[in-house]
């Protein structure tokens, strides 16, 4: 199996089991990388024999301690290749998500070492999500949708990177990670929401966008 197949269903795993109860499934693997659940659960036998997933049929399934520290290195290689892209490329912060899906599997960690130190060992990729270290430990932030953040004072902390679309609107608006909104009356049931950037600037999110922009509350 290409080393790349492996990598993608480590941090796919990584990536599911990260949310809520720290366990994963089939379906869920099945879902996430568009294949069919019996390719699934041939690879989780074959990556249960190297000792990176603990699995039972029927049971969820998670990444073994070993399993955590490759899909880590997978996600630091990620990172840190987009924000290369966006920093020493001119690329803007939606163009880099697919060119880093392929370029993690084959970059070495000696290009990498030297993009991480001459980027000055950065903490945070364009979209403001945690380079791991590399030890692989990633720092956790306390950020919420803003989908589902009561009124109040905000700062944009990271947006998810897979909607190129959404990140290319956003862009256009000038939205950054860092800047500072207010969030007045929240209407969820209109379905959009409407927030008070600096200079009395106005941004309205449908729900599905406000869904993929993430904020932690100020002091
Ligand atoms: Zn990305």
């Known amino acids: 199996m290409p080393s790349s197949t492996v990598e993608n269903y480590l941090k796919a795993i990584l990536h599911l089991q990260g ?9 869920e693997i099945a879902r996430e990388l ?3 659940p019996g390719t699934v659960t041939i690879m989780m036998r074959h990556l249960k024999e190297r000792g990176l997933v603990a699995y039972e049929p029927r049971r969820g399934l998670s990444l073994k301690p070993r399993g955590v520290v490759e899909a880590m290195k997978v996600v630091r290689r990620h990172r840190l290749i987009e924000l290369f892209l966006v920093e020493a ?20 960690d000696r ?16 979209h403001g999500d945690p380079i791991p270290d590399r030890r692989g430990i990633v720092a956790k932030d306390r950020a919420v949708p803003l989908g589902e953040a009561d ?19 956003l862009n256009e608006k ?9 969030l007045s009356h929240p209407d969820r049931a209109a379905g959009v929401l409407e927030v008070s950037r600096s200079g009395g600037k106005r941004l309205r999110l449908g729900a599905e966008a406000a869904g993929q922009v993430f904020v932690e509350a100020m002091g």
């Open 174 to 182: 000038g939205l950054r990670i860092g800047e500072e909104i207010d």
């Open 89 to 108: 490329m001119g690329l803007d912060w939606s163009e880099v998500h697919e060119e880093a899906e392929i370029l993690e599997h084959v970059i070495s």
């Open 111 to 126: 290009l990498l070492d030297r993009i991480d130190e001459m980027l000055g060992n950065p903490t945070h990729d364009p």
């Open 34 to 36: 568009e294949v069919t």
């Open 151 to 169: 009124a109040g004072r905000y700062r944009v902390v990271r947006v998810s990177d897979g909607d190129s679309a959404l990140l290319g609107w």
């Open 19 to 27: 949310e809520g109860r720290g366990s994963t499934t089939v379906g």
